[in-house]
């Protein structure tokens, strides 16, 4: 089991740009498939990005392709979701998850562990 926890979001302006960190706690932080999701007030909660074990492959979402980028280091427990050219439309709560096996990496509940969240506010 791992626990996670997010920081780094905040308002920003659009265009700008924004580093998110997921902390993972425990010796199997290697052993998971990492995701970011994000949910608006009223809408379904949206796959953003995720990253394999080892850090070799990412995967992203049409919406965020070209702008966000999702890395890790496995030294460090940590994942990260650099986020550039901000829109208002990025405006969420951003969630880091953990999968114990692959599955759809785009599916939320394919994810075993989540953190609380971290606001992400983009102004127009």
């Known amino acids: 089991q791992v626990q996670l926890v997010e920081s780094g979001g905040r308002l920003v302006q659009a265009g700008g740009s924004l580093r998110l960190s997921c902390a993972a706690s425990g010796r199997t932080f290697s052993s998971y498939m990492m995701g970011w999701f994000r949910q608006a007030p009223g809408k379904e909660r949206e796959f953003v990005a995720a990253?394999?074990?080892?850090?070799?492959?990412?995967y992203y979402g049409d919406s965020v392709k070209g702008r966000f980028t999702i890395s890790r280091d496995n030294a460090r427990n940590l994942v990260r979701l650099q986020m550039n050219t901000l829109k208002p439309e990025d405006t969420a709560v951003y969630y880091c998850a953990a999968a114990r096996a692959p599955g759809i990496r785009t599916g939320a509940r394919n994810y075993d562990y989540w953190g609380q969240g971290t606001q992400v506010t983009v102004s127009s």
């Open positions: 990253v394999n074990r080892n850090g070799g492959n990412t």
